[in-house]
């Protein structure tokens, strides 16, 4: 019982954790003191430093000798590095995910595609609105077979993420992301591999030059 009880912890600190570096609560080059992490985040020192280690092998954490763990830095460099490999994964797994695609993986998409439009016709939380951008892109490759492919993109994905996050926070993009979702959808929708891939790699590319410019402006 008490090592159920270790794995869900550290499950939990897991998630928490990550879910706070791509956020931005926890900040680019922040130190991350174990004793620190217990008061804001209230899980215990074992399952924080399994959490820890998870991260770095996803190369959300550093770790410096006799320093500690820190939060990785974040660059222009390494945005564009990210963009570049997150086209590479995210039109594999397309090209895969529509060909095999039935009617419960269409249905999946239409369910997610008029989830994101809503929240972005409203004008929602921006949490919420990456919450379901997040849905319609998982949905969009839900049918690849892959599950290697499918969890380096998962990952890559988070590590963009991250980068959005820190550019909405320097203002707005002036992009019209929800008319870009909409031409994504449509050509998926239509089976047609090429543009759809073609359109989500204009997507993300415009994601990683939005992120440069806030990050370097």
């Avoid at 499950?11 to 791509?22: D, G, H, M, N, P």
């Avoid at 926070?169 to 992009?175: K, V």
């Avoid at 073609?198 to 997507?203: K, N, P, R």
């Amino acid at each position: 019982m008490e090592q159920q009880t270790f794995v869900t912890d550290a499950e939990s600190a897991y998630a928490t954790l990550r879910q706070a570096i791509v956020t931005g609560a926890l900040k680019p080059d922040r130190k991350l003191k174990i004793a620190e992490l217990r008061s804001e985040f209230g899980f215990g020192a074992a399952p924080l430093r399994e959490a820890l280690s998870r991260l770095i092998g996803e190369r959300a954490v550093v770790q410096q000798s006799n320093r500690g763990f820190y939060v990785r830095s974040a660059t222009a460099a390494e945005v564009e590095d990210l963009g570049r490999v997150r086209i590479l994964l995210e039109t594999e797994a397309l090209r895969d995910s529509l060909a095999r695609g039935d009617d419960a993986w269409e249905a999946q998409l239409v369910a997610a595609y008029h989830s994101l439009r809503l929240a972005e016709d409203r004008a929602t939380s921006a949490q919420e609105i990456e919450t379901r951008n997040r849905a319609f892109h998982d949905a969009l490759v839900s049918a690849a077979t892959s599950d290697w492919l499918l969890d380096l993109r998962g990952q890559i994905y988070a590590h963009h993420e991250r980068y959005r996050h820190l550019s909405r926070s320097l203002g707005p993009s002036g992009r019209d992301t929800p008319a870009e979702h909409a031409a994504i959808y449509e050509a998926a929708i239509a089976r047609d591999v090429e543009a759809t891939c073609a359109l989500t790699a204009q997507h993300i590319e415009l994601t990683t030059v939005t992120a440069v410019k806030a990050m370097q402006g």
